[in-house]
């Protein structure tokens, strides 16, 4: 019988990509960057002139996500990560048990890759975790950080049905057979609490057209099953608490979307709360991606907090 699996196809995922950052305006430059704690490379898009930003993604999802944002960005120097296994980067096999120590150097190892002493960090989701426990290990690193969105393995609330499924072996080998469609997309943005905007039709053509492209020709979906559900499995050591979060001596803003379905404001206001510096701003009519709600408003947000004097010592 002949398989149903849609094999990676660069050139039709790059050509997708190229048009979502052409829907913003821009046409950012490439290169690698080697992590010295993983001995692999990630790809950096990079895009932009002024300070620079680091932007890291979450699960099931690549760089370019951070478009739209980045479309309404000017004045800073933004680097777009394709976090390992995601995107056009290679995977690196991360676990409960090594992700602690990877995490927390992760920061640091990109910015010695890129030749930068410290940055400013905009992350979501499992990125926002990566930038959690890079900023309470080697806060010197950064500048100012913005959380858009729950960051994984904060707390354990329930799972959105899809990434429970991936916890499932013979869903993830299912998932990744079927090749996916345009209601796979809606699907997952549904999941993820962009319920308002769908109905709206606030989701922009082209971010729903990379999305299909991402999970359709990389193999993102099936290395991110694999993460999801290596790390659910040993979330009890990987959830972060609130030692760590105390630790993340980083002024931070958090843009929390009110509809975020792996948690809500209470949790916003708890994980603020713990940390020395942070600010909270609970996002009415948003999901777990803020930004594809509201990409100008959120821009407008993180770059005023960015802009604003570190009166730190």
Same mark, same amino acid.
């Given at each position: 019988?002949? %398989?149903?699996?849609?094999?990676?196809?660069?050139?039709? /995922?790059?050509?997708?990509?190229?048009?979502?950052?052409?829907? =913003?305006?821009?046409? &950012?430059?490439?290169?690698?960057?080697?992590?010295?704690?993983?001995?692999?490379?990630?790809?950096?898009?990079?895009?932009?002139?002024?300070?620079?930003?680091?932007?890291?993604?979450?699960?099931?999802?690549?760089? @370019? !996500?951070?478009?739209?944002?980045?479309?309404?960005? &000017?004045?800073?120097?933004?680097?777009?990560?394709?976090?390992?296994?995601?995107?056009?980067?290679?995977? /690196?096999?991360?676990? $409960? !048990?090594?992700?602690?120590?990877? @995490? %927390?150097?992760?920061?640091?190892?990109?910015?010695?890759?890129?030749?930068?002493?410290?940055?400013?960090?905009?992350?979501?989701?499992?990125?926002?975790?990566?930038?959690?426990?890079?900023?309470? $290990?080697?806060?010197?690193?950064?500048?100012?950080?913005?959380?858009?969105?729950?960051?994984?393995?904060? +707390?354990?609330?329930?799972?959105?049905?899809?990434?429970?499924?991936?916890?499932?072996?013979? $869903?993830? +080998? +299912?998932?990744? $057979?079927?090749? &996916?469609?345009?209601?796979?997309?809606?699907?997952?943005?549904?999941?993820?609490?962009?319920?308002? %905007?769908?109905?709206?039709?606030?989701? @922009?053509?082209?971010?729903?057209?990379?999305?299909?492209?991402?999970?359709?020709?990389?193999?993102?979906?099936?290395?991110?099953?694999?993460?999801?559900?290596?790390?659910?499995?040993?979330?009890?050591?990987?959830?972060?608490?609130?030692?760590?979060?105390?630790?993340?001596? =980083?002024?931070?803003?958090?843009?929390?979307? *009110?509809?975020?379905?792996?948690?809500?404001?209470?949790? @916003?206001?708890?994980?603020?709360?713990?940390?020395?510096?942070? !600010?909270?701003?609970?996002?009415?009519? *948003?999901?777990?991606? &803020?930004?594809?709600?509201?990409?100008?408003?959120? *821009? +407008?947000?993180?770059?005023?907090?960015?802009?604003?004097?570190?009166?730190?010592?």
């Amino acid at each position: 019988m002949r %398989s149903l699996r849609v094999e990676p196809d660069v050139a039709q /995922y790059r050509r997708v990509e190229a048009e979502l950052w052409s829907s =913003v305006g821009l046409v &950012p430059t490439e290169r690698r960057v080697r992590l010295a704690c993983t001995g692999t490379s990630v790809r950096v898009q990079d895009v932009g002139s002024g300070d620079p930003v680091l932007l890291l993604h979450g699960e099931l999802d690549a760089g @370019a !996500t951070w478009a739209p944002l980045v479309g309404h960005l &000017p004045g800073v120097r933004c680097l777009v990560i394709d976090r390992p296994g995601a995107g056009l980067s290679a995977p /690196y096999p991360i676990t $409960a !048990t090594n992700l602690p120590r990877i @995490a %927390s150097a992760f920061v640091a190892d990109l910015l010695d890759g890129l030749g930068l002493c410290s940055a400013h960090v905009v992350a979501s989701s499992f990125g926002g975790h990566l930038a959690l426990r890079s900023a309470a $290990a080697t806060p010197h690193r950064f500048r100012r950080m913005v959380q858009l969105g729950c960051p994984a393995f904060v +707390t354990r609330p329930p799972a959105p049905a899809l990434l429970r499924l991936l916890t499932r072996s013979w $869903a993830r +080998t +299912t998932l990744t $057979a079927l090749p &996916p469609g345009p209601r796979a997309v809606r699907v997952l943005m549904r999941q993820l609490g962009h319920g308002n %905007s769908l109905g709206r039709e606030g989701l @922009a053509p082209a971010v729903l057209d990379y999305y299909l492209a991402l999970l359709r020709h990389t193999d993102t979906r099936r290395h991110d099953g694999e993460l999801i559900a290596e790390l659910v499995a040993g979330q009890a050591r990987i959830t972060l608490d609130d030692t760590v979060l105390a630790a993340v001596d =980083v002024p931070t803003l958090w843009l929390w979307g *009110a509809d975020d379905t792996l948690a809500g404001p209470d949790v @916003a206001r708890r994980v603020a709360n713990a940390m020395p510096d942070a !600010t909270l701003r609970v996002v009415v009519g *948003a999901g777990h991606l &803020p930004w594809l709600d509201d990409p100008e408003g959120m *821009a +407008t947000a993180a770059l005023d907090f960015l802009n604003a004097a570190d009166v730190r010592s």
